[in-house]
């Protein structure tokens, strides 16, 4: 039953998608108004089909229904119930179900943007372009990443082992996906607006205004998604770290370069006039890059713990990210002439020319990212060998892009548009430049050496010294009002970053590890902590054994390292046990892989000291209510003019 209503779920959402993109660009091209009326119609028919397939999914999950063969893989009876629920996307063909329906909403979003524009061209032909990219994820979906495919006969009695044990060990498993999922998909929107402006020949600053609040909700939630990433990387694997530079990992960090340069890039050319062939470029890029990243994690192509294991759509998922590249940029070319911009650079020390650099440098963090992810499978496939691009490569090259971006957001924000005089520099620069030398003496005073950490921490002083001088003037003549708007809100989205850096370069450059053998009821020093090793207790479930080794940190608190063993698919994972504060972190983890005896006399620890890893997170929330405040409209904006603007001409009632 489960299976039947998932498969008619995604032939609806199919069948609706595909007629509904041919139906309403035929509408669009014979002018018929009455048939152009009935787009939106079939986004609710690609929602409600959606919704029924992920209905029929998570009911099969709970139902354990063993008929078909994604619950065989991921379901069992001892999955508690939230993991249950993340069970649908801790495989290939269940996370392209959760793409679905995350492109589905956002389709019904597109459309709801149609009704009460019912006759802008440029709208209606975003909704074509949505329904293509629906038409084929639903393709797929429905072909050869069925979730409903039948599996084999089973034995009465039988229990499937349950997600990967990595994948329901952890809440966060329950939110890192999807929001993950919310920021690729809703490119989409911004996307299918950019090729409209170019199919209409609309592609002033007009097309824009459609697309800036789509465009940094999809960034924001993007960036939480990754951020809860590096969390769940941190409480889970026991390494310690928050990003290792894992294939799947870059895989999500190049649409947020792209994505990030699409955000600074867009306000030149609201502004002036600028940048349209790179802001279109930028967003086809980045488009693209969710569906390469997409590739990348479910074709089987790489090793990774996060990645899924090998499937069927690795050639489908190729084919479409090559049309969309090949089509993007045909229609680019095609429309060279009305993209030249009007407006141009006055002087390099001004913000336009700011916001170039910026751009500049993240393009070419996103070319240095994708070369050390994709180079390992050309070496594969052109010379049939194994080869590895490890973090040293990526840490190498990175650190200076990083201290020049770190650099960049402090100048820019000061700058004015056109051209900046040495006085207006010099007395806007004062603070700002103040509080970099201060950052850097507070460094030294607790003990800070090496010259990247140093100079990380002097420019994060610098570029939050600039972002505080502007909400400082903000509040002043707003008051709270002040925080408000694009402006303002992307100021503090800039503070977020800057406590991320600074935290990343603290922790990365100052972590103090040591392996420690402690004796039952043994006390020992180091690093300025105290450890006792208390005894071992267990936790028997029908899921799993787990096995803690009891730790008394600092004589005030028992902390518990544990070893899991999940009883259906006989795999042991360790997890550690963290104990969080403002200035460091200290983390606990059982040495090996395998649980501690019940009666050990002695305990091997492996004890991890880390600077400042609390700020990660709370950077990440700064810069998630810096996202929303942008969204929202300041006193003073207003909408830009847009000569290309039009309404669709007037249609025949055919």
């Known amino acids: 039953m489960s299976a039947a209503l998932g498969n008619a779920g995604l032939l609806v959402t199919l069948v609706a998608s595909s007629v509904g993109a041919l139906a309403t660009a035929v509408a669009i091209i014979g002018g018929n108004r009455r048939a152009l009326r009935q787009a939106p119609i079939y986004a609710a028919i690609i929602v409600g089909g959606a919704t029924l397939a992920v209905i029929a999914m998570q009911w099969a999950l709970f139902a354990r229904d063993y008929s078909i063969d994604f619950v065989q893989r991921v379901g069992s009876s001892t999955t508690p119930t939230l993991y249950n629920v993340a069970a649908m996307w801790s495989a290939l063909e269940g996370s392209i179900l959760l793409w679905v329906i995350v492109l589905a909403l956002f389709t019904g979003g597109g459309a709801l943007r149609f009704v009460r524009r019912r006759d802008d061209e440029l709208v209606a032909w975003a909704l074509v372009v949505m329904y293509v990219v629906m038409t084929f994820f639903a393709l797929v979906s429905f072909g050869p990443a069925s979730p409903f495919a039948p599996g084999a006969t089973v034995p009465v009695g039988f229990d499937g082992p349950g997600p990967n044990p990595l994948l329901q060990n952890h809440v966060l498993v329950l ?4 929001l993950l999922y919310l920021g690729y998909v809703g490119f989409t929107v911004p996307f299918a607006f950019a090729i409209a402006a170019l199919i209409t020949g609309r592609v002033g600053e007009g097309w824009l205004l459609e697309t800036r609040r789509w465009a940094l909700f999809s960034w924001g939630l993007l960036t939480i998604g990754i951020l809860l990433g590096g969390w769940w990387s941190y409480e889970v694997l026991g390494w310690s770290g928050v990003w290792a530079w894992d294939p799947v990992e ?11 340069a699409y955000i600074h890039s ?4 609201q502004r002036r006039g600028m940048l349209r062939v790179w802001n279109l470029s930028l967003l086809v890029a980045t488009f693209a890059l969710t569906i390469l990243g997409t590739f990348l994690t479910r074709s089987g192509v790489i090793n990774s713990v996060h990645a899924f294991a090998a499937g069927e759509i690795d050639g489908y998922l190729l084919g479409f990210f090559g049309i969309v590249v090949v089509i993007s940029l045909g229609l680019i070319g095609w429309r060279g002439d009305a993209l030249r911009a009007p407006g141009r650079i006055d002087s390099p020390i001004s913000r336009e020319g700011a916001f170039l650099a910026n751009n500049v ?19 594969e496939v052109f010379q049939d060998r194994q080869t590895v691009v490890g973090a040293p490569y990526f840490d190498r090259l990175s650190m200076p892009i990083g201290l020049i971006l770190l650099f960049l957001m402090a100048v820019a924000p000061v700058l004015p548009w056109r051209t900046a005089s040495a ?17 850097l003496a507070v460094a030294v005073a607790v003990g800070a050496d090496r010259l990247a ?11 939050g010294g600039a972002a505080g001088r502007q909400l400082v003037l903000a509040t002043r003549r707003q008051g709270l009002r002040g925080l408000v708007g694009r402006a303002n809100g992307g100021m503090l989205v800039h503070i977020g970053v800057i406590l991320i850096a600074v935290a ?34 267990t936790e028997v479930t029908a899921r799993a054994d787990v096995v803690m080794a009891d730790v008394l940190l600092d004589d005030s608190k028992v902390y518990a390292p544990a070893v899991t063993t999940y009883l259906q698919q006989g795999m042991t994972v360790p997890t550690p046990s963290v104990r969080s504060g403002f200035t460091s972190d200290v983390y606990l983890t059982i040495d090996g892989n395998d649980p501690p005896a019940i009666d050990a006399d002695e305990i091997v620890l492996r004890v991890f ?41 007037e249609m025949q009632h055919g």
């Open 175 to 178: 939110f890192h996906p999807p």
């Open 250 to 260: 870059n895989a999500s960090l190049l649409p947020w370069l792209t994505g990030t």
């Open 266 to 269: 867009v306000l030149v050319q």
């Open 361 to 379: 440098v993240f393009a070419l963090f996103a070319f240095i990212v994708l070369l050390g992810t994709v180079f390992p499978l050309l070496v």
């Open 423 to 439: 006085g207006t520099l010099r007395d806007r620069l004062f603070w700002p430049a103040w509080c970099g030398v201060a950052a």
């Open 453 to 463: 950490p140093l100079v990380a921490f002097m420019l994060g002083g610098f570029a």
């Open 504 to 537: 990343l370069a603290a922790s990365n450059s100052y972590t103090h590890s040591a392996t420690l053998t402690i004796e039952r009821g043994e006390r020992v020093e180091w690093a300025g902590h105290s450890f006792e090793f208390v005894g071992v207790s």
């Open 609 to 649: 000291v880390k600077p400042m890893v609390l700020w990660l997170w709370i950077g990440g929330a700064v810069m998630a209510i810096g996202t929303v405040l942008s969204a929202l409209p300041s006193k003073r904006s207003r909408r830009p003019t847009d000569p290309t603007s039009a309404p669709m001409p």
